[in-house]
């Protein structure tokens, strides 16, 4: 508690527009994701029915029932028959071909021969088929896995699969999904009522693995415990069918702010999950005077109203898909009419986390947002605008990805440079340009937000690219060349501790900040450690996107692919690694949901950790692995189009009281023990 008391000492002296003892309310909350004062429940869901009812066992059942099959209410099997590995005769392609002689009607027990290979039990900690840990080695050679599945019911699902190599999936003698390249699919899989068959194959390659799980498919029926309410937050989908829901949500008093696409700031009743007002905060409102006499104005204001119209469907609770889609156009009107009045003002940068991809600040009086479009802007927390300005900097590959932090009364957001506004009146105070004007990819970018901490009685930031710069001017004081470019993990701030993890080296750093402040800029010390996965499947990148929780002397980071690392925070010492069993889903049109990307969460006595399909695991922390809980949010995302999925979940969430509020790509929840 003493260094919960440091902390909230340090942030009180941020500047005028803080309250006495006001902490600045941002992303995970002060930037460590630790909610000391919450108590959250360790426990609830929303699943399906259906996945709910579903047995599963490896031997042959020995009647009609269910008999003593496992229970396997969160959708994933963790006992398998396996077999092989076996190769792949010359000419057949590995997923649409037998490798082994009818392998679409194998109905194996434990001991069956296939010639000199065997069936055999394989037990698995989460719901990951790890076929090297199971079988060896084997480079471009196929395995199997088997089990039966009892259904109370006829009834339609949704298998969710990651793999890493050519795969097929056989349900009941059929094939419902077979790629021949590295992948991951969502198919529909047709479940008879009583036993199935189901066989998963899958080729070697770099990782040896398949990560299955079901879900329900489109409107349930859904059963859920210990969720107050959820509320749709208006979404859009990109090219890659993604990018919507990525921003997290903040409590101010008794409303929650958040981000909903496009380019929209929504106030919801934390009480019962009414929205209150909308504001949207984009070029048309930042339009000047002269803009308006442009011709198209006219344009750009009917779009306006459209858009106005259809938010009061969503007000109301009457926003259909239909109508979001057409919220949507109406949206891209406003756009494409400010872009005929100012080309190169009014310009949108293409962005991975989509326009509603940041989590907005708040010093408790105000709350400020800033959107990929360049723009900035404050409300007072009555939705009344109080200043709103349009600095559009050219955006590099993936776009922008850094919510805006306040610091000694300042708004600063990065934008290639960092830029420094006055948080009162929006009058912008300094910039400092960080990396290159131009090109795709400059060296040192990154995509984490920045960490203030104080040094010395000044006021600093650390950059996600490891950089300090000074508060008061926006000068570079420590610039580091070891994050490499596109890191994606924020900083993050624990006493007089700096931690960093970088993504394409994924190595974790321990800087210790100085007692006074210099220029240049001197860490006491700045230690690297390697952070090693390699003995975990992968997709095809072992990266960290999200940022640690640092403890009682222990780190908790998270990797996109469910790995749980935890490390001495002072040496980067392993301490543990586990497989979470996350359902995280991985492929290569995944947008900003690629793998597990929410930072840990410390609530109460918990470690609340997320994956990026409604799964997360509950643990206590400390030196052994001891799990509370696993729990699930199911629900359909995009339904109806070509990406239709289980909803994704990739925002950090926010612990307030006894609750804890998790916004997917198209809904808020509030979780509460009820």
């Known amino acids: 508690m003493r260094v919960f008391a440091t902390l909230a000492l340090a942030w009180s002296l941020l500047g005028a527009t803080l309250a006495a003892g006001e902490t600045p309310l941002g992303w995970r909350n002060d930037g460590s994701g630790k909610f000391p004062h919450a108590t959250p429940p360790a426990q609830w869901s929303r699943r399906s029915k259906a996945v709910a009812g579903l047995r599963t066992q490896v031997e042959k059942p020995a009647g009609p029932d269910a008999g003593k099959a496992a229970p396997m209410p969160g959708g994933t099997i963790h006992e398998w028959l396996v077999l092989g590995p076996v190769p792949v005769p010359e000419g057949v392609k590995p997923a649409e071909g037998d490798a082994l002689p009818g392998e679409t009607e194998f109905a194996p027990a434990e001991g069956d021969k296939a010639g000199d290979l065997a069936w055999k039990k394989a037990q698995f900690s989460s719901g990951v088929i790890d076929f090297q840990e199971a079988l060896g080695k084997a480079d471009k050679k196929a395995a199997y896995a088997f089990a039966h599945v009892y259904s109370e019911a006829k009834t339609v699902l949704r298998l969710q699969l990651t793999h890493h190599g050519s795969a097929r999936v056989v349900v009941n003698g059929k094939q419902v999904y077979a ?30 693995y398949a990560a299955p799980s079901f879900f329900g498919f489109q409107d349930g029926p859904y059963e859920q415990t210990n969720i107050a309410w959820s509320t749709p937050i208006a979404h859009s989908y990109t090219y890659f069918g993604a990018s919507s829901g990525v921003g997290g949500p903040i409590v101010v008093k008794d409303r929650i702010y958040l981000l909903g696409e496009l380019d929209s700031l929504y106030c919801v009743n934390k009480a019962d999950g009414k929205i209150l007002w909308i ?26 109203d459209l858009r106005a119209g259809l938010q009061a469907d969503l007000l109301a609770g009457t926003l259909t898909q239909a109508k979001n889609e057409a919220l949507q156009k109406a949206e891209k009107g406003v756009y494409d009419a400010m872009a005929k009045i100012d080309p190169a003002r009014y310009k949108r940068s293409p962005v991975d986390v989509g326009n509603s991809g940041y989590t907005p600040v708040s010093d408790g009086e105000r709350v400020y947002v800033w959107l990929p479009s360049g723009v900035t802007a404050c409300y007072d927390l009555d939705g009344n605008r109080r200043w709103i300005r349009v600095d559009n900097i050219p955006s590099f590959e993936h776009g922008y990805s850094s919510s805006p932090v306040l610091a000694d009364g300042k708004l600063i957001v990065f934008m290639r440079d960092l830029l420094a506004f006055d948080a009162k009146d929006g009058k912008l105070l300094w910039t400092t340009p960080v990396v290159d004007r131009k090109g795709n990819n400059p060296p040192g970018y990154f995509h984490g937000t920045p960490q203030p901490f104080e040094a010395g009685g000044a006021w600093h930031l650390m950059l996600g690219n490891g950089s300090v710069a000074r508060v008061s001017d926006g000068k570079l004081v420590y610039q580091e060349k070891r994050s490499g470019n596109q890191s994606i993990c924020s900083p993050v701030r624990e006493g007089g501790d700096l931690y960093l993890v970088t993504t394409w080296s994924n190595q974790f750093f321990r800087y210790e900040a100085p007692k006074a402040a210099a220029d240049p800029f001197v860490f006491a010390s700045a230690e690297g450690v390697p952070l090693k996965g390699q003995a975990f499947p992968k ?7 999200g940022s640690p929780v640092v403890h009682d002397g222990l780190a908790y980071l998270v990797n996109n692919n469910g790995v749980l690392t935890v490390v001495e925070a002072k040496t980067g010492a392993l301490v543990y690694q586990r497989m979470l069993d996350l359902d995280s889903f991985q492929s290569h049109n995944e947008s900003a949901a690629r793998g597990s990307g929410v930072s840990p969460v410390l609530a109460g006595n918990h470690l609340y950790l997320f994956g990026n399909t409604g799964t997360c695991v509950v643990i206590e922390p400390g030196r052994t692995y001891k799990e509370v809980a696993r729990n699930r949010l199911e629900g359909v995302a995009a339904k109806g189009t070509w990406g239709e999925r289980q909803e ?15 916004r997917g790509e198209e809904n808020l929840y509030a979780i509460e023990a009820r």
């Not at 021949?180 to 770099?206: F, M, T, Y």
């Not at 997709?539 to 996107?545: I, K, S, T």
Request: charged share 25%.
């Open 539 to 545: 997709f095809y990148l072992d990266w960290h996107m």
């Open 648 to 662: 994704r979940f990739i925002a950090n969430p926010w612990c307030d009281g006894k609750r804890i509020y998790v």
């Open 179 to 208: 790629t021949n390249g590295p992948s991951g699919g969502r198919p529909k899989v047709e479940l008879a009522q009583g036993w199935n068959r189901i066989l998963i194959k899958v080729v070697g390659h770099d990782a040896w």
């Open 279 to 304: 504001r949207p905060t984009g070029y048309f409102e930042a339009a000047t005077d002269e803009d308006k006499k442009h011709a198209a104005w006219v344009e750009a204001a009917a779009a306006a």
